[in-house]
């Protein structure tokens, strides 16, 4: 019996995701054009005398600086998705790139607020018609950009590493007596398996990275609406307290965008997930199946978009080994990389 070879066929790559090509591109994009459109309306309120749309642009820059780091997120996670330093992958430097972007969100939301109680203070002249054309173009590019973005089926642009039917596992058994000092000896048997299928998940898994991106050019979407309906109050009924009351709206819009991002985004690199659906099938499957079994150990955490790695320890009188726990967990496809540890009694 040759072990490494019998090591080496039980190998398999512990990358879950291999990234999102049509959302880096359109990050990519996106950025560009939302660049070019916060120097055309940075300008434009300079020259126009217009707060409104040199604040927009201001805010733009914001937005395109987390375009730009959701484009690097992408790429980075392309260039180190061999990196063995990486236990699963290099998917959460996605999702650290939407933790980050959220972070500007609040970041923007907050200019936000400040600028417009300036502007209720202290109230500047605004030349209307120039503001309103800037403004309602800055919003078609924003829509362009939020187009681009929109969350779209991730299996166009990249493969799973692993098969529908190709399974990885291992499993050892060894049975010795344990004397815990009470005068009587327990067996154990201690077994190991891994597992991985092509993943499906509960519902639709977003691409995080992805939806920051998008809720990013929502948010200056959201905004140019906001100042396209204060400058035109403004120009047709002489209310020129609306420019600021919109802007303190649009900083709440976003601050609850962002936060609900900073939220999802967060449990994930936290891997604070022991409530996700997947933990229950888990538990239903060992403790609810065909022989007497117990989960004395689980660990779950998320490892890609919908996929998921398990760590558990059962207890059981049964004969069954690692293997025939996890075939049992293999009918959940979402999950990936699984490892069985059996203690008979």
């Excluded at 991985?196 to 995080?208: E, W």
């Amino acid at each position: 019996m040759n072990l490494d070879i019998l090591a080496a066929e039980r190998q398999h790559p512990h990358g879950f995701d291999t990234g999102n090509l049509v959302a880096e591109r359109a990050a990519r994009r996106a950025m560009w054009l939302t660049l070019a459109m916060m120097v055309i309306e940075i300008a434009g309120g300079w020259w126009f005398n217009s707060m409104a749309v040199l604040a927009d642009g201001w805010h733009m820059s914001s937005h395109a600086l987390a375009l730009g780091l959701s484009a690097f997120a992408y790429a980075c996670a392309r260039r180190y998705a061999g990196d063995r330093r990486f236990a699963f992958g290099t998917w959460k430097i996605e999702i650290l790139g939407g933790y980050t972007s959220a972070i500007l969100l609040l970041g923007v939301a907050a200019l936000m607020v400040f600028q417009s109680a300036e502007r209720l203070v202290r109230p500047s002249a605004i030349h209307y018609r120039e503001a309103i054309a800037i403004a309602v173009v800055g919003l078609a590019v924003n829509l362009l950009c939020a187009w681009w973005l929109r969350d779209q089926p991730h299996g166009h642009d990249h493969h799973h590493h692993q098969g529908d039917d190709h399974h990885h596992d291992h499993d050892h058994d060894h049975d010795h007596d344990h004397d815990h000092g009470h005068g009587h000896g327990h067996g154990h048997g201690h077994g190991h398996g891994h597992g991985h299928g092509h993943g499906h998940g509960h519902g639709h898994h977003h691409d995080l990275n992805q939806r920051s991106a998008y809720l990013h050019v929502i948010a200056d979407a959201a905004t140019s609406v906001l100042a396209i309906i204060a400058l035109l109050g403004g120009l047709w009924l002489g209310a020129g307290w609306l420019d600021p009351v919109m802007g303190l709206v649009g900083a709440v819009l976003v601050t609850v965008w962002a936060w609900g991002l900073l939220r999802r985004s967060g449990r994930i690199l936290l891997d604070a997930e022991m409530d996700a659906p997947v933990v229950a099938e888990v538990r239903e499957v060992i403790e609810e199946g065909e022989v007497p079994a117990r989960i004395s150990d689980l660990h779950v955490w998320q490892v890609g978009r919908g996929k998921y790695a398990c760590v558990v320890s059962v207890v059981t009188s049964s004969e069954w080994t690692a293997d025939d726990f996890r075939q049992r967990l293999a009918v959940h496809e979402e999950l990936v990389h699984v490892t069985v540890e059996v203690h008979r009694v």
